[in-house]
């Protein structure tokens, strides 16, 4: 639509990832929002495409997305990170962390942020600074954090909110929930804002 503010197109989309990219009159630079799912280790669905393989093509995706905008990325990543540090030495603020466990996913999830330059939102941004679960195992009586949200530092400070939508019953995974800010364009008698 020419007359929209905004406007959204499929980037990049692969198996197992979901990229848009949305620009608009007011947004200086495009935004880029990814939304994975890595399986567990032990699932059937590694066998064709291992968790390695997936794990590189994401860090190609991301870093490719880097390249054009702002990057959001999102999903569940089986993976626990604990209080690994993400930032590459940067000095970025020390992470919040109820779930101090780390696995291997978490372990390739935090490698791959170093290597693209992305932050984790997890027990950074306003709302989620305790990292609190977002899976929930009934079986086993645990919480795990497993779900996260990956931002650019330049896409950082869009992140007005972050946070588990606790008290879902139609998964043993909680959502996660973002307020992004983005600016509007608006039209004032003829004129562009």
Known sequence: KTKSSYHVADWASSEGCLWVKIIG????TPLLLG???????????????????????????VSAACSEGHVLLTG?????????????????????????????????????????????CTGRAKGDEHAIPTFWSSARGTASRLDHLLVSP?????????????????SDHCPLESIISLPLSA????LHC
Do not use: W
């Not at 540090?85 to 992470?95: A, K, L, T």
């Not at 400070?157 to 879902?168: A, D, F, S, T």
């Open 187 to 190: 039209h004032v008698q003829g």
């Open 76 to 120: 569940d990543f089986n993976a626990r990170v604990g209080e690994l540090d993400d930032s590459n030495g940067e000095g970025s603020q020390r992470r919040g962390c109820t779930d101090t466990t780390v696995n291997a996913h978490g372990r390739r999830l935090v490698e791959m942020c170093k290597d693209t330059g992305l932050l984790l």
């Open 25 to 28: 009159r007011a947004l200086t």
């Open 35 to 61: 939304c994975c799912y890595i399986p567990p280790l032990g699932s059937s669905q590694l066998r064709a495409v291992d968790i390695e393989a997936r794990f590189a093509r994401l860090t190609t995706d």
């Open 154 to 170: 330049d896409a950082l400070p869009l992140i007005q909110e972050c946070g588990v939508r606790k008290g879902r019953s139609d």
